[in-house]
């Protein structure tokens, strides 16, 4: 049973667009949804992370949106950069567990 | 954020050998896992490093397989046993503590190719 589901699997946007990835979660017992962001070769590294308390957290172009009834949130980079491409895994966590279960994933590309 | 130092970075091993990674953290964290992440394939957790006590692993991984040692809180090591091609993969480390309220970080990885 997949607990994260990620879409779209794969995404491009013009230098300068809205890129918008979205995730569903089922496990209500998640209680912490970050972004990761991955280039090849390297971890994922973290980039922008939401708890259900709050609907909508937004650092420089990245925005989370959390609907917390729907069981869903998204990540919105605004004005995207070439250097914005990369794969990007949306991921929820249990605090008191710490593990984290993933989504499979999204591969950006922007195009200059 | 805690800083993870992962070795090797990669290796190419034969089948039937084993590889130990190692994981090394900065500071002390409460909770470090190991995930397996295939080629073009996102993250799957293999376990959880237990400090002092056996790592508890997710269905599908074995302690055969996967020994996992966890001596204290800033070190762990991971062995893959017996290689087939199909372990070829990037093994991860992370570590997530209360202190950084939850936030979960990883190492580089460990890209493993068995011929």
């Known amino acids: 049973q997949q607990q994260v589901k990620q879409s779209p699997q794969s995404l491009i946007v013009q230098k300068g667009g809205i890129s918008i990835i979205n995730c569903a979660y089922e496990n209500t017992a998640f209680d912490y949804f970050p972004w990761y962001q991955q280039f090849p070769g390297k971890g994922p590294a973290l980039l922008i992370a939401i708890r259900p308390d709050v609907s909508e957290k937004k650092e420089g172009r990245f925005t989370i949106s959390f609907n917390k009834s729907a069981k869903q949130f998204s990540l919105h980079i605004m004005d995207s950069q070439p250097g914005d491409s990369a794969t990007y895994f949306c991921a929820a966590s249990n605090t008191n567990a710490g593990k984290s279960t993933f989504g499979d994933g999204t591969t950006l590309t922007v195009k200059p | 954020s805690a800083v993870i130092s992962q070795k090797p970075s990669r290796d190419i091993c034969q089948r039937g050998t084993s590889l130990t990674i190692q994981c090394q953290v900065d500071?002390?964290?409460?909770?470090m896992f190991w995930y397996r992440q295939q080629p073009g394939q996102s993250l799957t957790l293999i376990a959880t490093?237990?400090?002092?006590?056996?790592?508890?692993?997710e269905s599908g991984f074995v302690i055969d397989k996967f020994p996992i040692s966890r001596p204290n809180l800033t070190f762990s090591t991971l062995t893959v046993s017996n290689m087939s091609p199909e372990d070829s993969s990037i093994y991860l480390c992370?570590?997530?503590?209360?202190?950084?309220?939850?936030?979960?970080?990883f190492g580089q990885g460990t890209r493993l190719t068995v011929v």
């Open positions: 500071s002390q964290v409460t909770m």
């Open positions: 992370s570590v997530a503590s209360t202190w950084t309220s939850g936030e979960a970080f």
């Open positions: 490093a237990n400090q002092g006590s056996e790592a508890t692993y």
